[in-house]
């Protein structure tokens, strides 16, 4: 079956961290780019950060660069999103999402995860 599943989400205060991970099952996913999306309550769904097929090709949204490290491992199938300094507007759902394209410059999402939900505290 082909599938992305979050995890690592959950509850965390005001400049706390958590490491996200998204594993991929039933597609070569050597030859995906990796995407992070989040949505939050009564928001339209953003880019986060995305990883193409080398570690060389990233992309972070303004807010959260500096804070937020995407990486991937290969052997397991895994892309990481580490997210430090974490801010009560990181609230949202976190999705990942994969692209047959080597880079982050892809023109469509061709599997997506359910979500993990993030709630930081003030």
């Known amino acids: 079956e082909v599938q992305l599943v979050e995890s690592g989400g959950g509850l965390v205060q005001t400049g706390g961290s958590l490491r996200l991970s998204c594993a991929a099952s039933?597609?070569?996913?050597?030859?995906?780019?990796i995407a992070w999306f989040r949505q939050a309550p009564g928001k339209e769904r953003e880019g986060v950060s995305c990883i193409g097929t080398s570690d060389d090709n990233l992309y972070y949204i303004n807010s959260v660069k500096g804070r937020f490290t995407i990486s991937r491992d290969n052997a397991k199938n895994t892309v990481y999103l580490e997210m430090n300094s974490l801010k009560p507007e990181d609230t949202a759902v976190y999705y990942c999402a994969a692209a047959l394209s080597p880079t982050c410059s892809y023109r469509q999402l061709d599997i997506w995860g359910r979500g993990t939900l993030v709630t930081v505290s003030s």
């Open positions: 039933g597609f070569t996913f050597d030859d995906y780019a």
